[in-house]
């Protein structure tokens, strides 16, 4: 008996892991128009500033990313409108890219934008976990029934527009 019960085990993980729909799925495009991103050049020399800010923002996690935007942030403050102008690379990855985000959001949104290092630094676990256990472990498991629930990606952007202060309304509130 143990082993039949393996064995309907291992057929029902073969087939579901089979399905298009236990997981995501994105189909990638050939890019058609490549005038679109401006050269290097024309980046650097744009607001024709004497100085040229490069800024890099490491991994790291939450706290990475609230370092990241407390930091951006920061220096954008102390020095100004001539450090936006100035600054006209970021490179970042992992959590100094949700920091990065952060504060650009709030540069192109000052009148509804949470301060940066603050959104930063604002855990989404809660909606990862959920994800991971009711959606995605769900569509892993009964992919045609389930293939079409929200996924932990889904919840997380939901949050994101949830806790995003509406217009007219004060972010502490």
């Known amino acids: 008996m143990a082993h039949s019960d393996s064995l309907i085990i291992l057929i029902a993980g073969t087939l579901t892991a089979q399905s298009e729909k236990s997981d995501h799925l994105y189909s990638l495009r050939q890019r058609q128009d490549f005038s679109l991103a401006p050269d290097p050049v024309t980046v650097i020399t744009a607001t024709n500033e004497p100085c040229v800010i490069v800024a890099a923002a490491n991994g790291g996690g939450i706290q990475a990313g609230a370092w990241a935007a407390q930091v951006l942030a920061g220096l954008c403050e102390d020095c100004g409108p001539r450090f936006v102008r100035a600054l006209r690379m970021i490179s970042s990855v992992s959590g100094g890219s949700?920091?990065?985000?952060?504060?650009?959001?709030?540069?192109?949104?000052?009148?509804?934008?949470?301060?940066?290092?603050?959104?930063?630094?604002?855990?989404?676990?809660?909606?990862?976990?959920?994800?991971?256990?009711?959606?995605?472990?769900?569509?892993?498991?009964?992919?045609?029934?389930?293939?079409?629930?929200?996924g932990r990606g889904r919840a997380g952007k939901s949050l994101a527009h949830e806790r995003r202060p509406q217009r007219g309304r004060d972010w502490r509130s």
């Open 98 to 150: 949700v920091g990065t985000a952060c504060f650009l959001h709030a540069l192109a949104n000052p009148d509804d934008a949470r301060p940066p290092a603050e959104a930063a630094a604002e855990s989404s676990l809660d909606e990862v976990g959920w994800g991971l256990a009711w959606p995605d472990l769900l569509r892993a498991l009964f992919p045609w029934i389930f293939g079409g629930l929200i």
